[in-house]
């Protein structure tokens, strides 16, 4: 059996934000190999996550943004279970994170279930008619009009986009912080609304 240091528990912590014991009993689980650790930890984060999706966010912080110029202001409110955690450091300035965002890639929608239904097929008319210009066999089209498609979902829905703060979160995109904080607090994080404003749009 492989030994585990503190090191280790203390590496795998900072890296996945979970548990002391979680952390030691998936590098028990992984013979003392923390990649293999971090991968157990995420898909027990996933199902805990899955649980956690049906509980109710009723408690939450609005976050709010004015761009230095004072020509862009963002609100943003973001959704828990409990008191304590609304009120955590960690989780308003998630929320400050989001709203940061939210000013700069100036995204229309939260999730892609809010995107209308009309819009996207209105988007992917359009995106089939262009793939059909380029001579290519129908079956490539329709292929080069939905990968279109999935860039232009990263274009207008909150949670697929990377982080406008790429050299803070590595490229993670805002549902990959979200469901990390979630792991992390044990609860239900909920984006759940924005308005952006911006003068003379």
Same mark, same amino acid.
């Given at each position: ?53 049906? &509980? +109710? %966010? ?10 230095? !110029? *004072? @020509?862009?202001?963002?609100?943003? =409110? ?41 819009? &996207? +097929? %209105? ?10 210009? !380029? *001579? @290519?066999?129908?079956?490539?089209? =329709? ?56 003068? *003379?749009?």
């Amino acid at each position: 059996m492989a030994t585990i240091t503190a090191r280790d528990v203390k590496e795998l912590r900072e890296r996945t934000g979970a548990g002391m014991m979680d952390c030691k009993a998936a590098l028990e689980e992984a013979a003392g190999d923390i990649e293999k650790a971090v991968e157990i930890l995420r898909v027990r984060g996933q199902a805990k996550a899955a649980k956690r999706a049906g &509980r +109710e %966010a009723a408690e939450g912080y609005v976050a709010s943004y004015v761009h230095a !110029d *004072g @020509k862009i202001g963002v609100l943003v =409110e973001v959704d828990c279970e409990t008191d304590f955690v609304a009120r955590s450091a960690e989780f308003r300035e998630f929320a400050q994170e989001v709203a940061l965002h939210v000013a700069w890639a100036a995204p229309r929608y939260v999730s892609e279930d809010e995107v209308p239904a009309e819009e &996207r +097929e %209105a988007e992917l008319r359009v995106l089939r008619e262009q793939a059909a210009q !380029d *001579g @290519k066999p129908p079956e490539v089209q =329709e292929r080069i009009a939905q990968g279109r498609l999935n860039k232009w979902l990263d274009e207008v829905v909150l949670l697929r986009q990377e982080h406008a703060n790429r050299d803070k979160h590595g490229g993670k995109t805002i549902e990959e912080m979200r469901a990390e904080l979630a792991a992390k607090t044990g609860e239900n994080i909920v984006i759940r609304r924005f308005a952006r404003i911006a003068v *003379g749009e």
